[in-house]
């Protein structure tokens, strides 16, 4: 299959060519011919798939050959959006439009809080066709009166799984009440929840199905190492790690937004360069930090989950997880940005005995253990027993904690979590359900055949998921492990 067989025009297939790519991937050869056929989609694709070509390649296909709309005053109105859940992704997501669009007569924005609003509105002014946004400042522009979505005839809902982690649900319902009935909606999520479910199933009609694996398939590029060490002793580890393994690109997970800041300030002072991105940074901060990374110029990058994803750097030799994260699939994204395109990745865990009760959710959820090397003098200490972990106001792990319940989001909440993301001692401890996680296909409610809640091998079907009856709409996450609230 080449590009060249897709359908797309000329000037499209030209900015493809000069990207490098001559062969689609597996969301591309599905998704481009179902969106220029019309009609809405369900992806599962992670990031790394190339879905963003995926949508993107069609969208300017079919804006590019319809005049662009006008407003009330005759400027060009918005005719696409792209909802993104983070700043990050809504840069590359647009910088994607631009480059696939550089031929097209089309115009393009993105849009994200963080930054003033008064070059959004002068931008907006002058007319847009394709508007890449976070939900929040989109909001914002709504109420202030500076947007007008009433043209938009395509809505693309990038990564939406992370946009209901993060809490967007109630803002994305509002975007959807200010768009016209009449659209193409693509929907594109890592996993299938059942929360994606009954929003596919309250915003797509009869979508095709698209699910891919990641290019990047996990246990053949990547090499995964857990490393046991005391509990005070992972700084230091860390340190030597990346000073006898002479590394010089480590992107480093903790799982909460003040730890990375912590690390990057002892590596810095250690003689490392490392800087912390993650939600409380300002704009100019990370994508400062992200470019001197990206240049091979800073050592280290520590970044929190919610930070961290979409962002897209090819080839990254190593990753560390300082932290093993809370949510398994999590470590899934994390590690998925090593290995990439085939090329040789290292992802090493430090793990202190409170995190083991992760480690064992993270193996059941990858189906295989991860092997275990220490290093000698950064073992855990004889005597050295597991603690709870605190995140947020809650508390995780030993102390009347529950094993294996559930998929470890403490009430719905993120560590790293943004505005109207659910608070987690608002919610009472649920009873224990796992979302997303299952690898194997589970008995469907749409007829007998096996559904995937997880991203499967290829291949497009059409189901008729609306009206079909679900769970629980919108329910919080499960707490898993929970034990109290800390006041
Ligand atoms: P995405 O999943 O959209 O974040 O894309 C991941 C990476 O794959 C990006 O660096 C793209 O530039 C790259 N990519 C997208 N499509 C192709 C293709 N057909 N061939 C090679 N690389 C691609």
């Known amino acids: 299959m080449k590009f060249t067989d897709l359908g797309l025009a000329e000037p499209i297939l030209r900015a493809v060519r000069e990207q490098g790519y001559d062969t689609p991937t597996p969301i591309q050869a599905q998704a481009i011919p179902a969106v220029l056929a019309g009609g809405d989609l369900l992806a599962g694709a992670q990031t790394g798939t190339g879905k963003t070509a995926g949508f993107t390649l069609p969208l300017l296909q079919r804006l590019s050959s319809t005049p662009p709309a006008r407003d009330a005053r005759g400027r060009i109105a918005i005719r696409a959006l792209i909802l993104t859940p983070t700043r990050e992704l809504a840069a590359q997501v647009e910088e994607s439009v631009r480059s696939y669009g550089k031929y097209l007569k089309l115009s393009s ?41 009433s043209h938009v005839q395509i809505l693309v809902l990038d990564e939406a799984d992370r946009m209901l982690d993060m809490g967007f649900i109630h803002d994305i319902r509002k975007v959807l009440a200010l768009l016209p009935p009449q659209r193409q909606n693509l929907l594109f999520s890592a996993t299938f929840s059942d929360e994606i479910k009954a929003l596919a199933d309250r915003l797509l009609n009869r979508p095709a199905l698209i699910e891919v694996a990641r290019r990047n398939a996990t246990a053949d590029t990547i090499a995964q190492k857990v490393i ?107 590690i998925g940005r090593t290995g990439r395109a085939g090329a040789p990745g290292q992802a090493l865990s430090l793990v202190c005995l409170d995190e083991e009760i992760f480690l064992a959710d993270i193996e059941k959820l990858i189906k295989r253990a991860i092997p275990r090397e220490t290093v000698p003098g950064f073992e855990p200490p004889p005597g050295e027993r ?21 998929g470890g989001r403490p009430g719905g909440g993120h560590p790293d979590t943004r505005r109207d993301a659910p608070k987690p001692a608002a919610r009472p401890p649920q009873p224990a359900r796992r979302e997303g996680t299952a690898l194997q ?47």
Request: hydrophobic share 35%; net charge positive; charged share 20%.
């Open 109 to 149: 924005m993105v849009m994200f809080g963080g930054v003033g609003m008064q070059p959004q509105i002068d931008r907006l002014r002058q007319g847009v066709d394709i508007l890449v946004a976070t939900p929040g400042r989109l909001l914002d522009h709504q109420q202030q009166g500076t947007l007008d979505l």
């Open 228 to 334: 046991p060490v005391g509990r005070d002793k992972k700084k230091e580890l860390l340190a030597h790690l990346i000073r006898s393994g002479d590394w010089h690109q480590v992107l480093v997970f903790t799982r909460m937004k003040h730890g990375a800041n912590r690390l990057a300030e002892y590596l810095n002072d250690h003689g490392i360069s490392a800087m912390a991105i993650h939600g409380n940074k300002s704009q100019g901060a990370r994508t400062k930090a992200l470019a001197e990374f990206k240049a091979g110029t800073l050592q280290v990058l520590v970044a929190t989950d919610i930070a961290a994803r979409g962002i897209d750097i090819d080839q990254l030799p190593h990753v560390v997880n300082f932290e093993l994260p809370n949510v398994p699939e999590d470590y899934v994204h994390r």
């Open 386 to 406: 597991a603690e709870p972990i605190v995140l947020g106001r809650m508390t995780i792990g030993v102390g009347g904690a529950r094993r294996g319940g559930g």
């Open 441 to 487: 296909g589970q008995p469907s409610r749409h007829g007998g055949a096996p559904r995937h809640d997880r991203v499967g091998a290829g291949h497009a079907t059409q189901p008729a998921p609306h009206g079909q009856p679900h769970g629980r709409r919108d329910a919080p996450r499960p707490g898993p492990r929970l034990t109290q609230p800390k006041r």
